[in-house]
C-alpha cells in the first residue's frame, strides 16, 4: 500500500465538492425562521428536512442521520444544549457536526453549546453569507474527515495484512529452522549411508556425502569426487554398480538390492535402494545389515538342525491347527500310526477331531487342557491307525501364540504307550483279583490297614456277639462220601451262611472242619450286632432245613451264642486270617459244644440283651468246662 495510500491521501481537497448533495436537518420552534433558512439553503442545492422540536429531531436521526445539523437552543421541553448532549451519547450518532443558531450571545451560552458538543455557534440574526460560509467549511471538514477515517481503516486493514504476512513468513521460516533442525538430528542420528552421486563417463562426477555413518567405511580425508566407480567401490562389484546406476537414470524408478562390501578387512552387508534425482544423479541410501544376514544364517543353520531333529526323532512330532489339521508330521509319528510317510498320514487324516481319536471328544479335551495352562503333559489316549486297530498315545503339547495371544497352532510330541497301558491293565488286574482275594480273607477296614503296612493289627471290642455252628453227623457222613461230593455239599451249606453274614452285616471268621464261626460288632463296633446274630442263628438253622428238603439228608445244627470283650487282629507274616481271642469266644464254643442237636444255646448274658425281642426257654444249670455251673437258655424264635 505504502506510496499509493499516501498518494490518496494527499488528494484530498476539502473544497472540491462539486456535484455533493449535502442532507442537513433543521431544528427551530419558530416556523419562519425554518421557512427562511429552508428555503435558502434548498437554492443551494441542499436537502434539508425541518423539525420544530428536540423529540423529533432525535426520531429523526434515528431513521436517517444526516450530514450536518442546525440547532436552535430555546425550545419548549427539550432544548438545544440536551438534544445535543443525547446525540453525542449516542456512538451512532456522535460524529454528526452540530451549528447552534441561537439569538443567545451571552459568551457562557457560547462556552455551553461548544462543551455539549457544537462544533460552531451563529448568532441570530444571522447573515446569509456566514452561513453558507460556514456551512461549506464544516461540510468540507467533515467529507474531509470521513475520508480520512475511510483511509485510515484501509491503511490499518493494510497494516493488519502486512502483519500477518510478516508473522506468516517468521512461522515459516521457524518451522522450516526446526524441520532443517530435525532433518540434521534425524541424518546425525541414522546409521544409513545416504549420498548423491553424479556419473559422468563411467567416473564420479560430484559426490554430495549427508552427515550420517557413511564415514564409517572411509577416511575423514579421503578425497572421493573425481574417483572412478572402481575406486569408489570395490572392483569386483563396480561394474554391477554402474549397470545399477544407469539403470535407475534411463528408467526413473528405484531400484532395492543387497550387496556386500569389505571394509578394513571385514566383510560387511548392506541393503541398498538407488533413486534418481536429475539426469545424471542418483540417491544412494544404504543400511548395515550385516547382524541381520549373521541371524538370518544362524537362523537358517538352526532350521536345517531343527529339520534334521524332527526327522530322526523316535518319538512323533506335530503342528496341527485349532481346527484340527496337521500342519506337519515327522516320519516318526507317520509310523506310529501306521502310515508310509508324513505326506500319507496328512492326507489321509483330514480331520483330527473326528477321525483320529476313538472318543469324539477326547480332541476338545484337549484343546481345553491346553488352554488353562497353554501346555498339556502326558494327555493320554486311544486312537486310530491307518487299519483301525486302537493303539494308546501320550501326548505332551503347547499353544505357539502371536504377539497379541491369539492361537497359532498347537505343536507337541507324541509316543506310543499301547505296551506300558498293556502292563498296567494286567497289573491292575492282578492288584484287583489280590484285592478281592485279600477281601474274601479279612474285613475291609483290616485289609486296607494290613495294605498300608500295618503290623501287628490287634483290637480290643467291649461288645462282640460271637457264633459257634457245628453239623451234627457230619463227621458219619463224610465218612461214606468221596472227598469231591462232600467238599461240595460243605461248600453249598457254607455258602448259604456266607450270603446270612453278608446279609445281617457281620464277619465270617472262619470254617473249621464242619463247624462255622461267625461274629457281630468288629471291626467295627455296634450295639445292635447282638440281634443280628440271633437272627442269624435262626435263619442258619431254616436254610439248613431247606437244604435238607432238596437234598435228602438229616443234618441239624448245634449253636452257641455269647456276648462279651474280645480281642481281635491279625499276626504272622504269611497266610493272614483276621481271628479273635478271648474268654468270650471260648464261652461261645462251649456254649456250641455242650447245647443239643437242632437247638441254640446262649448264656445267661445273651438273654438278658434278647429277651424283649426274642423268645427263649430256659435250660437250667449246667456244668461247662473251665466255667463251672451257667444258667443257660434255648433260643426258640423272636417274639410277634
Given at each position: ?45 441542499y436537502n434539508v428536512r425541518a423539525v420544530t422540536n428536540g423529540s423529533l429531531a432525535l426520531q429523526f436521526v434515528e431513521m436517517k442521520q444526516p450530514d450536518l445539523i442546525f ?412 472227598p469231591k461230593k462232600l467238599l461240595e455239599l460243605l461248600n453249598k451249606i457254607f455258602s448259604r451262611f456266607d450270603k446270612l453274614a453278608q446279609h445281617h452285616k457281620l464277619e ?133
Open positions: 500500500m505504502g506510496e499509493q495510500g499516501a498518494s490518496e491521501i494527499n488528494q484530498i481537497n476539502p473544497q472540491d465538492n462539486s456535484g455533493y448533495k449535502a442532507d442537513l436537518l433543521i431544528v427551530d420552534d419558530v416556523p419562519n425562521n425554518l421557512k427562511l433558512l429552508v428555503n435558502l439553503l434548498r437554492r443551494h442545492n440547532l436552535d437552543i430555546m425550545m419548549p421541553e427539550m432544548d438545544g444544549y440536551e438534544v445535543c448532549q443525547k446525540l453525542k451519547e449516542n456512538p451512532q450518532t456522535q460524529d454528526i457536526p452540530i451549528i447552534f443558531l441561537s439569538a443567545l450571545t451571552e459568551g457562557f451560552d457560547k462556552a455551553k453549546a461548544f462543551k455539549s458538543g457544537g462544533i460552531d455557534y451563529i448568532s441570530k440574526p444571522f447573515q446569509m453569507e456566514e452561513i453558507l460560509a460556514r456551512l461549506e467549511t464544516h461540510l468540507s471538514q467533515r467529507a474531509l474527515q470521513k475520508q480520512l477515517q475511510e483511509k485510515s481503516k484501509l491503511l490499518a486493514h493494510q497494516n493488519l495484512q502486512f502483519q500477518a504476512e510478516i508473522n506468516e513468513r517468521k512461522l515459516l521460516e521457524e518451522k522450516l529452522r526446526s524441520a532443517e533442525e530435525k532433518m540434521r538430528a534425524v541424518f546425525e542420528a541414522m546409521t544409513d549411508i545416504i549420498a548423491l552421486i553424479s556419473i559422468q563417463e563411467g567416473n564420479i562426477s560430484n559426490l554430495d556425502i549427508l552427515p550420517s555413518n557413511w564415514m564409517r567405511l572411509y577416511q575423514p580425508d579421503s578425497d572421493i569426487v573425481g574417483q572412478t566407480i572402481e575406486q569408489l567401490f570395490s572392483p569386483d562389484t563396480a561394474e554391477s554398480w554402474l549397470n545399477i546406476i544407469g539403470q535407475v537414470l534411463e528408467n526413473r524408478e528405484t531400484l532395492h538390492f543387497d550387496y556386500c562390501l569389505t571394509a578394513h578387512g571385514q566383510e560387511m552387508w548392506f541393503s541398498a535402494a538407488v533413486s534418481p534425482v536429475r539426469e545424471d544423479t542418483v540417491i544412494v541410501v544404504a543400511r548395515d545389515i550385516s547382524d541381520r544376514k549373521q541371524a538370518e544364517e544362524a537362523l537358517r543353520i538352526a532350521e536345517e538342525r531343527y529339520h534334521s531333529i524332527v526327522e530322526n526323532a523316535i518319538a512323533g512330532i506335530f503342528q496341527s491347527t485349532v481346527d484340527g489339521q496337521y500342519l506337519s508330521v515327522n516320519p516318526a509319528l507317520a509310523k506310529i500310526y501306521g502310515y508310509d510317510s508324513g505326506e500319507e498320514l496328512q492326507q489321509s487324516l483330514k480331520d483330527i477331531n473326528t477321525e483320529l481319536y476313538v472318543n469324539r471328544d477326547r480332541r476338545q479335551e484337549f484343546i481345553e487342557a491346553i488352554a488353562a495352562n497353554n501346555s498339556v503333559s502326558g494327555f493320554e489316549s486311544m486312537v486310530y491307525c491307518k487299519d483301525k486297530s486302537i493303539i494308546w498315545i501320550s501326548e505332551t503339547a503347547r499353544a505357539v501364540r502371536d504377539s497379541n495371544g491369539n492361537i497359532l497352532y498347537y505343536e507337541g510330541i507324541v509316543s506310543d504307550i499301547t505296551e506300558r497301558k498293556l502292563a498296567q491293565e494286567a497289573l491292575k488286574y492282578q492288584q484287583n483279583q489280590t484285592e478281592t482275594l485279600l477281601l474274601n480273607i479279612l474285613p475291609q477296614p483290616i485289609a486296607t490297614r494290613l495294605q498300608k503296612g500295618e503290623n501287628p493289627i490287634a483290637d480290643h471290642f467291649e461288645d462282640v456277639s460271637v457264633i459257634f455252628a457245628d453239623l451234627v453227623g457230619f463227621t458219619e457222613f463224610a465218612a461214606n462220601r468221596s465270617k471268621i472262619k470254617t473249621i472242619g464242619d463247624a462255622y464261626m461267625v461274629v457281630g460288632g468288629l471291626p467295627v463296633p455296634c450295639a445292635n450286632a447282638i440281634f443280628e446274630v440271633a437272627q442269624m442263628a435262626l435263619d442258619m438253622q431254616e436254610e439248613l432245613a431247606q437244604l435238607n428238603q432238596h437234598t435228602g439228608q438229616t443234618f441239624q445244627l448245634r449253636i452257641g451264642i455269647h456276648i462279651g470283650p474280645a480281642i481281635a487282629g491279625v499276626i504272622g507274616m504269611s497266610k493272614f486270617i483276621y481271628d479273635l481271642w478271648g474268654d468270650t469266644v471260648n464261652t461261645a464254643s462251649r456254649m456250641e459244644s455242650s447245647g443239643l442237636p437242632g437247638k441254640i444255646q446262649v448264656t445267661e448274658a445273651v438273654y438278658e440283651r434278647l429277651k424283649t425281642r426274642f423268645e427263649f426257654e430256659q435250660r437250667g444249670l449246667i456244668s461247662v468246662k473251665g466255667k463251672g455251673e451257667m444258667l443257660t437258655y434255648w433260643l426258640v424264635g423272636k417274639l410277634g
